[in-house]
């Protein structure tokens, strides 16, 4: 049966979400505040501010369900002043319609990183970025609007460039260069194939039986940041690049002077020490598996020769 759905942003969560919709017989409309987003005929782009109550109610109208996937510049202040106020007016606007609005989360919330996260592992991290994710599960838990709310560690794949695994990895393997990497580059890792987050928030919007839950996105078991610049490499045919690391210390140090490192630091404890998550309920819930690794990595490795050609 096709549906009508809305997804607003159009990074890499929310254009492959809207892709996966469209590529299964849906209608999108897809709202960015610019009007982008990938080109399909399924998908209507719209300009919308997603602080904009009649600008967003405009966006929903016969809408299904609604994946909310804007992001703000990477800051606990940037998040704090844009994304409640965001949620909060597509709550709202959701819940008038009785529709569910399901969300791309992250694993920032986790009040205890150093042991495996499991959908029931607590989330009350407080401070900084993480404080902020958890205020916004709160807020979810509390609204009268039916929510999902599907975690994913770090993302590959597709349409994926701003990620550790991304765009600065993907060139080292094709330049054939050293890979300066986030702490310790061989800790143990999880890391989210994109089109598997994407497909984890698809069926959740059909399945009235999870809503009002967190869900974790279907995730293979850990690997490391080299492992990752490996697959790639495999993929491309190329060799492994080196790779080293740099200390969340050292990051601290340098964020004394550069606000961009600080706020890169905060997060350094993710790369310093194993940072694992667990899908397996998850995935028997939605029942989707996750891709494997030398699968994401080639239709990545495929994507980035398409798009960025030497």
């Not at 505040?33 to 300009?47: D, F, T, V």
């Not at 560690?153 to 990895?169: I, T």
Request: with cysteine.
């Amino acid at each position: 049966m096709s549906n009508h759905y809305l997804v607003t942003g159009s990074g890499p969560v929310g254009t492959t979400v809207a892709l996966a919709l469209a590529n299964n017989g849906h209608s999108v409309v897809l709202a960015t505040r610019s009007g982008g987003g990938p080109e399909h005929p399924a998908i209507r782009r719209m300009r919308a501010d997603a602080l904009d109550p009649a600008q967003v109610a405009a966006a929903m109208a016969g809408a299904t369900a609604v994946f909310h996937c804007i992001h703000a510049a990477y800051s606990a202040r940037a998040w704090a002043e844009t994304l409640p106020r965001a949620e909060e007016l597509v709550l709202a606007a959701a819940g008038d319609r009785g529709i569910p609005v399901l969300f791309p989360e992250s694993l920032y919330s986790y009040s205890n990183p150093e042991r495996p996260m499991a959908e029931n592992s607590p989330r009350n991290a407080a401070g900084g970025k993480r404080g902020v994710r958890t205020a916004l599960l709160n807020a979810r838990a509390a609204s009268g609007t039916h929510t999902v709310s599907v975690v994913a560690s770090d993302f590959y794949g597709p349409h994926v460039e701003n990620a550790h695994a991304g765009a600065r990895m993907l060139e080292s393997v094709f330049a054939g260069r050293r890979l300066l990497a986030v702490g310790n580059p061989a800790q143990p890792h999880s890391f989210t194939y994109m089109p598997d987050l994407a497909a984890a928030m698809v069926r959740a919007a059909e399945r009235e039986d999870l809503w009002n839950t967190v869900l974790h996105a279907p995730t293979a078991q850990p690997s490391s940041q080299r492992a990752m610049a490996e697959a790639y490499a495999a993929a491309a045919d190329r060799p492994a690049p080196k790779v080293t690391g740099m200390s969340g210390g050292i990051l601290r140090a340098i964020g004394l002077v550069h606000p961009a490192t600080r706020e890169l630091a905060e997060m350094a404890y993710q790369f310093d020490n194993p940072f694992m998550m667990d899908s397996t309920r998850s995935e028997s819930l939605l029942g989707l598996s996750p891709t494997p690794l030398a699968d994401g990595a080639r239709a990545t490795v495929d994507w980035w020769r398409e798009t960025h050609p030497a």
